[in-house]
């Protein structure tokens, strides 16, 4: 089980070319992936539109959406280098960003 953040599924929605969306298409249909409450809400907010909302948020909602505050201990994958600093004190939060 790995909880996607904003980070890749903003650049994954946008068809970026990245290892961090690679890595993502790789899990996608074989392992288990999980969102973030909040995280489905930076998403949703990264979108101009209502309609692409709407849209948006039909297609994420196919994957389980948890509370961010009670999943600890999940790998996360992310392209944000905020996250390097608390690895130490939130546990495991790196995932490579490349295909498996």
Known sequence: MTVVDS???IDFLDGRNAPHVATLHAML??????????????VLQ??????????????????????????NRQPLL???SDFRP?????GRI???ARPR
């Open 78 to 80: 992310h392209n944000d």
């Open 46 to 71: 990264a979108l101009d539109t209502e309609n692409d909302a709407e849209r948006v948020e039909s297609l994420l909602r196919r994957f389980d959406i948890v509370p961010m505050t009670g999943e």
């Open 7 to 9: 980070s890749v599924g």
């Open 94 to 96: 790196e995932v490579l």
């Open 29 to 42: 249909g074989r392992d288990e992936i999980i969102l973030g409450d909040l995280v489905l809400c930076e």
């Open 86 to 90: 608390m690895a130490g004190y939130l």
